[in-house]
T-cell receptor, first 113, second 115 residues
């Protein structure tokens, strides 16, 4: 596609439920990043995939968060047993290589009620 | 650990004036990259400009320039001839090693351009 695509754009879920957020990066981009933007918290790094290398998971806030990237393309961020503090906008970005600019999607706004 | 500080939560500027958005950073890395992103109300992050720590000259992209002062650890964004469409949140960010790896972001500055 022309840009990074994320789905859904909005998700409301009940506390305790699992959610899956999807990111479709720009075709040919080998690097993929997930960030979280909470109100008043700015953006924080979650996880980073580069080609076939093991992902850098150093930003994941707890073991309820996991992500995978299938076939070096689409990525899914999964949050298990959601909590209210998980409410945020989850942004995905991709770049051609690790040393080129990252292009962001429009994000998924997650609300846990 | 890397840290980005943006001390201006909000800025109000008259259309056509130049504006400087402040950014200071802290890192022990010798090689790093500095970025500015714009986030309009639609929510997407738009890349504006990049400066590598070893770049001798300040980066420029159209109306955007990055005033890089390495000794002061500052990377201010200058927007010349501001336009109403420049109203948005602006984020300064940095990465370890020169390039777009995992980014550490500042808290952002909300810029409002008045007609």
């Amino acid at each position: 596609g022309a840009g990074v695509s994320q789905s859904p754009s909005n998700k409301v879920t009940e506390k305790g439920k699992d959610v899956e957020l999807r990111c479709d990066p720009i075709s040919g981009h080998t690097a993929l990043y997930w960030y979280r933007q909470s109100l008043g918290q700015g953006l924080e790094f979650l996880i980073y995939f580069q080609g076939n290398s093991a992902p850098d998971k150093s930003g994941l806030p707890s073991d309820r968060f996991s992500a995978e990237r299938t076939g070096g393309s689409v990525s899914t961020l999964t949050i298990q047993r959601t909590q209210q503090e998980d409410s945020a906008v989850y942004l995905c970005a991709s770049s051609f290589q690790t040393n080129t600019e990252a292009f962001f999607g429009q994000g998924t706004r997650l609300t846990v009620v | 650990a890397q840290k980005i500080t943006q001390t201006q939560p909000g800025m109000f500027v008259q259309e056509k004036e130049a504006v400087t958005l402040d950014c200071t950073y802290d890192t022990s890395d010798q090689s790093y990259g500095l970025f500015w992103y714009k986030q309009p109300s639609s929510g997407e992050m738009i890349f504006l400009i990049y400066q590598g720590s070893y770049d001798e000259q300040n980066a420029t992209e159209g109306r955007y320039s990055l005033n890089f002062q390495k000794a002061r650890k500052s990377a201010n964004l200058v927007i010349s001839a501001s336009q109403l469409g420049d109203s948005a949140m602006y984020f300064c960010a940095m990465s370890s090693v020169q390039g777009a790896q995992k980014l550490v972001f500042g808290q952002g500055t909300r810029l409002t351009i008045n007609p």
